[in-house]
């Protein structure tokens, strides 16, 4: 089991930046598998979108088309930490944002992923 702590929302304007956080703690690494680490969003009324990931067997970066160039997913391994810098928020980034993992391959669809954070709540004010 992977715990995850997300981190990092905030209330902002828009163009504004945040910055968002997820640790990971417990069983983190396998000899078998690569864990792949995302970022999810959920606005009222609407279903879990996803936003990026990072990693997985196939070691790859993705993103979403409505945040590509805008927002940047990191990894600090030795922190057992990812990152989300999110720049150019519009008023339409507002949503609880999770951190979620699974181990395999590098996919986008939130039921696949079985290990998820509490959440962050991000508000961006036209």
Not at 41 to 47: C, F, L, N, T, V
Request: glycine share 12%; net charge neutral.
């Amino acid at each position: 089991q992977v715990r995850l702590v997300d981190s990092g929302g905030g209330s902002v304007q828009a163009g504004g930046s945040l910055r968002l956080s997820c640790v990971a703690s417990g069983r983190t690494s396998s000899p078998f598998s690569s864990l792949v680490m995302a970022w999810f969003r959920q606005a009222p009324g609407k279903e879990r979108e996803f936003v990026s990931s990072i990693g997985g067997i196939d070691g790859t970066i993705d993103y979403a088309d409505s945040v590509q160039g805008r927002f940047t997913i990191s990894e600090d391994n030795a922190k057992n930490t990812m990152y989300l810098q999110m720049n150019s928020l519009k008023p339409e980034d507002t949503a609880v944002y999770y951190c979620a993992a699974k181990w395999g391959s590098n996919i986008r669809s939130p039921t696949m992923y079985n290990n998820w954070g509490q959440g962050t709540q991000v508000t961006v004010s036209s």
